[in-house]
């Protein structure tokens, strides 16, 4: 009794609080039927006249093309009044495969009359014009009591094109087939289209329409010329005009030869037609037209079979949607009843997951940069409130993730990541807090530690547990780290100031070669700040001339033999700007490029204003240095070759220079490029060699001309013991030049005693400030006319004592 008691309770209790829900959903379903039958009902009207519309336009091309059947007889038939011998090539000209498209005709024929006596030399007279096996013969099923079209004549195709199509029928006797040979003998007493049914190979159905052909204006048998046969496929035809219909099992069209219908002619549900007890689709439309053909009445209906489902689409989208209304206004209803009970759970855990994964990376489980954030602004404030407190920022960038993660995917990048967040929280101190960045950046937050030697014992242990080999999926892998570090015990700095300050000591590690600690000095972001100005303003300075080129002479022991071109910026509001503080800059930033074909350009105009004033032979050259980025690339070749043809230079007179790492990548793209520059007869100087890879296979591999040795090599040869190992170098540099054929320019010759050694020891070439610094623009006139192109020193005979060039002016 007590568990009915129950059951009612409980009963009275659904129908008290969800009554509203069963009721809406009563009425949705109403809804949702009405509104499936009226959209149904409309569709279906729109469907009907569509049907229709279709029907009429179907009729109406097949009524065009009939038309146009009977064009090509009247074509045809003016052909041979205007040509009545007619050829072969003329009949072949006329009746093409364009001539017939839209027509569903397979061919057209004539089928000239021809005596029964004259048979034998009519086929001799075929074959000598080019129809070389043409045969009169008589079709399969001759008989006969066939009609006699004319006395002792017969009617064999002599013409039929398309050859392709129906050129198997020459020479066939029309009138010896009863069929052909009866509508032949009607068309001749009506002197119109006749047609006579057939079927082919395939048992497909087609006509033959025969139009008899007069000598004249008179319509008799003595005066018959002959036939005109026009071959139609039934299906060709209707296949051509209805494809869209007859190949559709929607619809059935059929086609019959009389208005009772007691012949069918056509049906394109042939395939589909039921023997015994099969599903036959229900016939919802059928319309119907007559229309002539020759000499025919055709009369065709088209059937709409079963229902079309589209029609219905839009009655079923109408309830769906009803349906769905009615779904969402319950759930809504469902949720509004419930949501006192549920509101106050969810609420708290939405609140909590929304609060982890804002603070929180997806990927590792570790805190992200928001977190990192509000953290650095809480410290940041207690370090302005207490001087004496601090902390440190460790910024954490992996090396060589980028090709772990290109060449095998972000499915192994991402548990690369993974074991990274999982050795950080192996090596790090318990308090310690750690955050994923972005990318491949991590962040290790030590409150109370702001002692760099402290904070370096961490930051390495760190490093070296990064650079440890990595297994996934039993594939090894190994990276390091560059570790930026800020050390935080100062008022005013902002959370951003510390982030950003820990990046900046992070890529300048990264720039000493990574896998090292680097802390944060104030130099740093000085030094970006004027990195960033100079690459916002090397652009405009290209463009507004604040560029020019500081020629530095090149000597033999006797004679000015060249200059290497400098570049040097004036800068409108730093004054000088040398290249080391900007080329860095340019090749970062692509406006190397620019800024070489700049170089290029004043190097060669400045060549051509000396070739007018000097001559060829006696014109001093000019090195230009080039970037191993302009090389790889290989544009500088296009440049130096356009502007030595715009200021009519020989290249000769111009040579590149290139350091050793320009050699080392993109070996093949080099060498091909400084191939192409010698053959321009441009010069390759190779600049501080001994300093870099000074590797032999260089010299053997890259055609080569000129060594520059560096200046450290050449600094202390002045003393009178010298550096022995230098000189040893040096001059070893030399004879090994010369055995491979190339010269040798010593680079920064100070004094006279290193010219003489350098001298005696057989060196080519010689630059350094014994000669002359870098002359600008203005003062180059000047040395050029002071130098007369002689050799300008003194030789003081005490030993070890020399007079310096620059001091020699005075004298």
Request: proline content about 2%; charged content about 20%; some cysteine.
């Amino acid at each position: 009794m007590n568990f009915l008691m129950t059951g009612v309770k409980k009963s009275h209790f659904f129908w008290q609080r969800y009554s509203g829900i069963v009721l809406l959903w009563l009425l949705g379903m109403i809804l949702a039927y009405t509104a499936f039958l009226t959209v149904n009902y409309y569709e279906e009207q729109h469907s009907h006249q569509q049907f229709q519309a279709s029907f009429k336009d179907k009729v109406t091309s097949l009524t065009q093309a009939i038309s146009t059947i009977n064009k090509v007889f009247l074509a045809t038939q003016s052909l041979f009044k205007i040509k009545p011998e007619l050829h072969q090539q003329d009949f072949a000209q006329l009746i093409t495969r364009d001539f017939l498209k839209n027509t569903g005709m397979r061919g057209v024929q004539w089928a000239p009359a021809v005596e029964k006596s004259q048979v034998a030399n009519f086929e001799k007279q075929v074959r000598a014009s080019g129809i070389f096996d043409y045969q009169i013969r008589a079709m399969n099923n001759l008989l006969t009591n066939c009609p006699k079209l004319a006395a002792n004549a017969t009617f064999p195709v002599l013409f039929a094109q398309p050859a392709e199509f129906i050129g198997h029928e020459l020479g066939l006797q029309l009138d010896t087939n009863c069929t052909i040979a009866t509508s032949m003998n009607k068309a001749l007493h009506s002197g119109s289209i006749s047609s006579a049914k057939f079927n082919n190979e395939q048992n497909e159905l087609g006509f033959r329409l025969l139009l008899p052909i007069f000598k004249n204006d008179t319509a008799s048998s003595d005066n018959l010329r002959g036939y005109l046969v026009g071959i139609v496929m039934t299906n060709q035809l209707v296949d051509t005009l209805w494809g869209d219909l007859t190949n559709s099992k929607n619809y059935q069209i059929s086609i019959f030869n009389s208005q009772d219908k007691s012949e069918k002619i056509y049906d394109s549900q042939w395939r589909e037609h039921c023997v015994s007890g099969c599903y036959s689709p229900e016939k919802r439309s059928k319309l119907q037209a007559t229309i002539p053909f020759a000499n025919q009445l055709w009369t065709i209906e088209l059937t709409k079979l079963g229902y079309d489902s589209r029609s219905r689409l839009y009655a079923y989208g109408a309830a769906m949607i009803i349906l769905t209304l009615t779904l969402g206004l319950s759930i809504y209803l469902w949720m509004y009843i419930n949501r006192v009970r549920w509101a106050n759970s969810l609420v708290k855990e939405k609140t909590a997951s929304l609060q982890y994964q804002a603070s929180h990376d997806d990927l590792t489980q570790l805190l992200n940069k928001q977190a990192l954030t509000n953290e650095l602004e809480k410290l940041t404030k207690q370090t302005n409130r207490h001087s004496d407190e601090g902390f440190s920022l460790l910024f954490i960038d992996l090396d060589h993730f980028k090709k772990v993660n290109d060449t095998k995917g972000h499915l192994v990048g991402d548990k690369l990541l993974q074991q990274v967040a999982q050795r950080l929280q192996q090596t790090a101190r318990f308090d310690d807090l750690l955050f994923r960045f972005g990318g491949d950046e991590f962040a290790v937050l030590l409150h109370n530690s702001f002692c760099q030697v402290t904070v370096t014992l961490v930051a390495e242990r760190i490093l070296r547990r990064l650079e440890q080999i990595y297994l996934i999926d039993d594939n090894k892998y190994r990276i390091g780290a560059s570790i930026g570090i800020y050390l935080s015990h100062t008022v005013d700095t902002s959370a951003n100031d510390v982030i950003r300050n820990a990046d900046i000591a992070m890529y300048e590690a990264k720039r000493l070669g990574r896998g090292r600690v680097v802390f944060y000095q104030e130099n740093m972001h000085q030094s970006l700040v004027l990195k960033q100005d100079i690459e916002d303003d090397l652009a405009d300075a290209i463009a507004n001339n604040q560029l020019s080129i500081y020629l530095q002479p090149i000597h033999d022991n006797q004679n000015l033999k060249g200059f290497e071109a400098l570049s040097r910026w004036l800068h409108p509001a730093k004054g000088m700007i040398f290249p080391d503080e900007f080329i860095e800059v340019a090749e970062e930033t692509g406006l190397i490029h620019i800024l070489g074909k700049w170089l290029i350009e004043s190097a060669c105009c400045q060549l051509a204003i000396w070739l007018k004033r000097y001559g060829e032979e006696s014109c001093p050259y000019i090195s230009i240095n080039v970037s191993p980025i302009q090389l790889a690339q290989g544009e500088v070749v296009e440049q130096i070759a356009k502007a030595l043809l715009q200021y009519n230079v020989p290249g000769k007179l111009l040579a590149v220079e290139l350091t050793e790492s320009a050699l080392i990548d993109n070996k093949t793209i080099v060498k091909k490029n400084l191939t192409s520059l010698q053959q321009l007869d441009v010069k390759i100087f190779l600049d501080d060699f001994g300093t870099g890879f000074s590797s032999l296979s260089l010299l053997r591999d890259f055609p080569i001309d000129v060594l520059k040795i560096d200046r450290s090599f050449v600094f202390d040869l002045a003393s009178t013991e010298g550096h022995q190992d230098s000189k040893k170098l040096v001059k070893a540099m030399i004879d090994m030049a010369k055995a491979l054929n190339m010269q040798v320019v010593a680079e920064g010759v100070e004094d006279l005693l290193t010219f003489d050694w350098l001298n005696d020891s057989a060196c080519h070439l010689m630059q350094g400030y014994y000669f002359s610094k870098p002359i600008p623009p203005h003062d180059l006139d000047d040395y050029l006319s002071k130098q007369a192109w002689q050799e300008k020193r003194v030789v003081v005979k005490k030993e070890q004592d020399y007079i310096p060039l620059a001091l020699l002016a005075n004298i």
